[in-house]
């Protein structure tokens, strides 16, 4: 019976059509898939934190009700995912514990502080823009939910990217302070969304099997090649520079050359060591604790209906 199913399997992920929940799938490929989504849900709660930070503080009305907008996206977008990742027989419970215990990994980009406004402007642009760039291909996932939730989360990705460009060329086109503000905000989160994309090829131990199931269609090198493509000239629209003075066109190989990254930074990071690494954990373990008793008291309201509707 495996036999066939694996067959089966082989032979879906060829013809490039979707693995759908009740299939039969390998326990490896089961595995990795649990491991992306879940770390990819875990991003999206715990980058609800930076921006989650700036509602209180944003500088108008409008802008105010924009960013909590967004915010609440991250959140939808956290639970599509889950719901997701369960389809894959993993308790959402489980895999609530895995990031509570600090088990569990999340996206290195949330460990980094949003210190000004114009920080939401450059994570809107910057971060949105890396998690559109990198999300786009995962529409064409092999994993029917997984590849579905995409659809949905890339078409809201795109308004938070354009937010983040609008707030950002505003500084940029206000006063001095202002547009050095923005030179400094995306000074700042320029590398770590490069880093985004995860280690060079050559240290991803999951790529190659990942591309071979059609999970990812591209590398982790790839895209973050096509991502800076896309920004040069949306800086230079924005008024703007990137901070690497080895950004340079390479006419032959049509696209733009960059600088090294700092590498040994983002492995700190993602084992735990980033700059607001602890406080992130600490934050959502508070809110997690906080809310108990209204998880508890949804549970007991829907055991009393189901008892009722039983009599
Ligand atoms: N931050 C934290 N960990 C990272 C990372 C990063 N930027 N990049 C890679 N890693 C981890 C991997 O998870 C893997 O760890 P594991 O083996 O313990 O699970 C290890 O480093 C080695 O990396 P690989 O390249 O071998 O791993 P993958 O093949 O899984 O590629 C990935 C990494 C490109 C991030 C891929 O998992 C992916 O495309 N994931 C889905 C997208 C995602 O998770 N995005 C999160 C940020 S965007 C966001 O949250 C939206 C925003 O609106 C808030």
């Excluded at 280690?199 to 131990?205: I, M, R, T, Y």
């Excluded at 696209?255 to 084992?271: R, S």
């Amino acid at each position: 019976e495996a036999e066939a199913g694996q067959n089966r399997f082989d032979e879906i992920i060829a013809e490039d059509s979707r693995i759908e929940p009740r299939d039969w799938m390998p326990e490896s490929y089961r595995k990795s898939l649990v491991r992306q989504v879940s770390q990819h849900a875990h991003s999206e709660i715990i980058g609800m934190q930076p921006e989650g930070n700036w509602i209180s503080r944003a500088p108008s009305l409008k802008r105010k009700s924009i960013l909590m907008a967004k915010v609440q996206d991250e959140a939808g977008h956290g639970l599509y995912l889950y719901s997701a990742a369960e389809t894959l027989g993993r308790p959402r419970e489980e895999m609530y514990d895995q990031l509570y215990s600090g088990k569990a990994k999340y996206s290195s980009i949330f460990n980094y502080p949003a210190r000004t406004w114009a920080d939401i402007g450059a994570i809107g642009w910057l971060v949105d823009g890396a998690a559109i760039v990198n999300q786009v291909p995962l529409c064409r996932a092999s994993y029917g939910p997984y590849g579905r939730a995409m659809v949905r989360i890339c078409k809201e990705e795109s308004f938070h990217q354009r937010q983040g460009w609008e707030i950002l060329y505003s500084l940029s086109h206000g006063t001095e302070a202002q547009h050095q503000m923005a030179q400094d905000a995306v000074n700042r989160f320029y590398g770590p969304a490069l880093q985004m994309f995860g280690p060079p090829d050559g240290d991803s131990p999951n790529s190659q099997q990942s591309m071979a199931w059609k999970i990812k269609r591209f590398t982790n090198d790839e895209l973050r090649q096509r991502f800076v493509d896309m920004l040069v000239p949306q800086v230079e629209a924005l008024g703007l520079t990137l901070p690497d003075p080895e950004l340079k066109w390479n006419e032959e190989r049509g696209h733009y050359d960059f600088g090294d990254l700092d590498w040994d930074e983002f492995f700190a990071v993602i084992k735990g060591n980033g700059p607001l690494s602890r406080q992130r954990l600490e934050h959502y373990r508070k809110a997690r604790d906080e809310g108990a008793w209204v998880r508890e008291a949804a549970v007991a309201y829907a055991n009393r209906q189901s008892q009722e509707q039983d009599q």
